[in-house]
T-cell receptor, first 111, second 113 residues
Framework: RKEVEQDPGPFNVPEGATVAFNCTYS??????FFWYRQDCRKEPKLLMS???SGNEDGRFTAQLNRASQYISLLIRDSKLSDSATYLC????????????FGKGTRLSVIA | GAGVSQSPSNKVTEKGKDVELRCDPI?????LYWYRQSLGQGLEFLIY????????KSGLPSDRFSAERTGGSVSTLTIQRTQQEDSAVYLC???????????FGQGTRLTVV
């Protein structure tokens, strides 16, 4: 089992739709969690951190479920500019390399 | 500079040649990562540096790959005797602390012909 797993998609949704991605992680000792966004042929950029209490930034909401070991990202009122690959990142704070990246979920928002 | 800087941005090399890729992390960041990304694929971890600790080299695909980080700052990734399958974007990232978020450079696109 991979340490961080995501549905690769693609998710094709119309503008204005609400879309949600889940990501599961296997290491229960993981400490911190992030969502990154990667546009085509660009480097990944931090979208938001994921806190235990959940957090919201405009149209984006991130949730953490430690008991079930997954994090989620909800995007409301999708825009064409939201089209990108969304990477789930887990900081396991153990082992040699703390950050573990998922393979990403591809989102296409269609007009 | 304010962000992670990588050079060169593009490199075309002949099969069998050696290449060096450079990464300047954000000033003060103790952790530094190298990743490789082939077209349409996810990030492939290569190597991790944290302060003065021994690096985690577990992701290096072969002994043709090596990396060093001098003075806890600049890092160089060296690929010897390049092969066509080495063609990819090489991304460097740094973070202030091991538990913090990582910031990426724009990458070096390596093409081996």
């Amino acid at each position: 089992r991979k340490e961080v797993e995501q549905d690769p998609g693609p998710f094709n949704v119309p503008e204005g739709a609400t879309v949600a991605f889940n990501c599961t992680y296997s290491n229960s000792a993981s400490q911190s969690f992030f969502w990154y966004r990667q546009d085509c042929r660009k480097e990944p950029k931090l979208l938001m951190s994921v806190y235990s209490s959940g957090n919201e930034d405009g149209r984006f909401t991130a949730q953490l479920n430690r008991a079930s070991q997954y994090i989620s990202l909800l995007i409301r009122d999708s825009k064409l500019s939201d089209s990108a690959t969304y990477l789930c990142v887990v900081n396991r704070n153990s082992g040699n390399t703390p950050l573990v990246f998922g393979k990403g979920t591809r989102l296409s928002v269609i007009a | 500079g304010a962000g992670v800087s990588q050079s060169p941005s593009n490199k075309v090399t002949e099969k069998g040649k050696d290449v060096e890729l450079r990464c300047d992390p954000i000033s003060g960041h103790t952790a530094l990562y190298w990743y490789r990304q082939s077209l349409g694929q996810g990030l492939e971890f290569l190597i991790y540096f944290q302060g003065n600790s021994a690096p985690d080299k577990s992701g290096l695909p072969s002994d043709r790959f090596s990396a060093e980080r001098t003075g806890g700052s600049v890092s160089t990734l060296t690929i010897q005797r390049t092969q066509q399958e080495d063609s990819a974007v090489y991304l460097c990232a740094s973070s202030l602390f091991p538990v913090g978020e990582a910031f990426f450079g724009q990458g070096t696109r390596l093409t081996v012909v």
